[in-house]
């Protein structure tokens, strides 16, 4: 089992920055992909970032592509996800959640419904 908690979220004004983190407890994440999701009021859960763990290798939305960074500290087994030049359109809740390549499918998943593992979200409001 693993267990995520996110943290930083807030509230910011348009054109600024976050960072949010996802610190992972139960087992190391070097099996796992690892992504941030976010879901507004009335809509969907969209995927925003992922890295694949062991391999360092990352991928992202169009929507935040240059705007958003996920990295990985291995010493501490956290996620972060920078978060630079803000839109109102970003304000969500954000999640991170966890899945193993093992499980098949695209390692690179986009799709929430593939994903095992969820934290609990950490609210992002953008004013604009």
């Known amino acids: 089992q693993v267990q995520l908690a996110e943290s930083g979220g807030g509230l910011v004004q348009a054109g600024g920055s976050l960072r949010l983190s996802c610190t992972a407890s139960?087992?190391?994440?070097?099996?796992?992909?690892i992504s941030w999701f976010r879901q507004a009021p009335g809509k969907g859960r969209e995927f925003v970032a992922g890295i694949w763990w062991v391999i360092d290798s990352t991928y992202y939305a169009d929507s935040v592509k240059g705007r958003f960074t996920i990295s990985r500290d291995s010493a501490k087994n956290t996620v972060a996800l920078q978060m630079n030049s803000l839109k109102s359109e970003d304000t969500a809740v954000y999640y991170c959640?966890?899945?193993?390549?093992?499980?098949?499918?695209?390692?690179?998943?986009?799709?929430?419904?593939?994903?095992?593992?969820w934290g609990q979200g950490t609210q992002v409001t953008v004013s604009s």
């Open positions: 139960g087992r190391t994440l070097n099996n796992y992909v």
């Open positions: 959640a966890a899945r193993s390549p093992a499980s098949g499918g695209d390692v690179y998943s986009r799709t929430a419904n593939e994903y095992e593992y």
